[in-house]
Every structure is written in C-alpha cells, then in structure tokens.
C-alpha cells in the first residue's frame, strides 16, 4: 500500500503530527515521518532522501517554518528541490511564521493538551484570530503557557487541534493539501 512520507524540519512537527494526523488521514493509510536537524539540514538532504525513498507510489509532504524568510522564495526553492528528486508531485507547505502559529489559532487545543486554564478566552483577541501575522509565535505562547516546551508541547497539542480551524490559514492549506494527497492516492489503497 502507497503511504505518505513526511519532511519534517524538526522533530516538534513530528509531535504535533502524531496527534493530528489522525484526524486527517483516512483509516489505514500508512504514512512516515523524516526528522531533519533543521531546515537546513532538511533542505540540503531533502533531495538525497526522496530520490533514495524506494517505496513504490510513496507521495512526498515537505513541511518547514517560514521564520523570517520569504514565504514565497522559501515554498519556490523547495518545489525546485522536489522537482530535482524527481518528485514533481510532492506537496510543500510552509508554517507561517512557525509551527506555534498553529497553536495560537486553536487555543482550546493549547487549553486541553497543556492542562492551562482560560486560555479560550483570549481566542477572541485580534491577535489570535489571524496568528500567522504573529512575528514570534513561540515566544507569546511560551508567555501564555509557561509550562510551553516545544516537543512536549507539541505532543501535547496535537492531538487536540481541530482539523477544520481555520484561523491560521497556513494550517488550514497544510490540512487540506494533505486531504488532496490522500484522495489522490485513492486507487492505490
């Protein structure tokens, strides 16, 4: 069966991943996460990796931190890469401006995974309603979950995010692109 391979630039996406692709992937579909040291690290191996991945019908899902970068230039560089491996079909998405900006979109998950309190009410705040824009999200939720640690806070979180927030809008393409790999890969369950 095809599974799904995923690119991780550090091994707090492969936390939160755990917990939601659950809720994402249909049943039995099998998938793999790749851990890079990273996104360096991932960007200067992602190409070795997927040419060497022998897995007959494997579908690529590369995921990295915008940080301070172009969004734009970062997602072009990856798809060049994607393409150089020989794998024009992979899907690149990009955290904006990090993985935490996902969090701060659905701070029920935050609230339940970390065990905070009245974190939901702050949902309404202008801030949160569009987190992507948040310059440092990992700094604010460290300031309003001090108990934050970004593996064991992802781990914590993901199980609890709602894969229909669409709050961040980055996590809201990420979750659709993935659904769009699965329902292409349909024929081959």
């Known amino acids: 069966m095809s599974e799904i391979v995923f690119l991780l630039e550090e091994s707090s996406a492969e936390a939160m991943l755990q917990g939601l692709l659950p809720k994402v992937l249909p049943p039995g579909r099998p998938h793999r996460c790749i851990v890079f040291e990273g996104k360096q690290d991932l960007e200067k191996?992602?190409?070795?990796?997927?040419?060497?991945?022998l897995v007959p019908g494997a579908r690529f899902v590369v995921?990295?931190?915008?940080?301070?970068?172009?969004?734009?230039?970062?997602?072009?560089r990856l798809v060049r890469k994607c393409a150089d491996a020989r794998r024009k079909h992979a899907?690149?998405?990009?955290?904006?401006?990090?993985l935490e900006s996902w969090y701060l979109a659905d701070l029920a998950a935050v609230e339940k995974g970390l065990g905070a309190k009245r974190l939901?009410?702050?949902?309404?705040?202008?801030?949160?309603?569009?987190?992507?824009s948040i310059a440092?999200?990992?700094?604010?939720?460290?300031?309003?979950a001090p108990g934050y640690q970004k593996?064991?806070?992802?781990?914590?979180?993901?199980?609890?995010?709602d894969p229909t927030?669409?709050?961040?809008?980055s996590f809201a393409v990420f979750v659709d692109g993935v659904r769009l790999v699965c329902d292409s890969m349909k024929t081959v369950l």
């Open 45 to 53: 191996q992602m190409v070795k990796r997927m040419r060497g991945y």
């Open 63 to 76: 995921l990295r931190d915008q940080d301070a970068g172009d969004c734009k230039k970062i997602k072009d």
């Open 91 to 98: 899907l690149v998405r990009i955290a904006c401006h990090e």
């Open 120 to 132: 939901v009410r702050l949902q309404g705040e202008r801030r949160f309603r569009a987190p992507d």
């Open 136 to 144: 440092s999200p990992s700094r604010l939720l460290k300031e309003i």
């Open 151 to 161: 593996v064991g806070g992802s781990r914590a979180i993901g199980p609890h995010l």
């Open 165 to 169: 927030n669409q709050r961040s809008r």
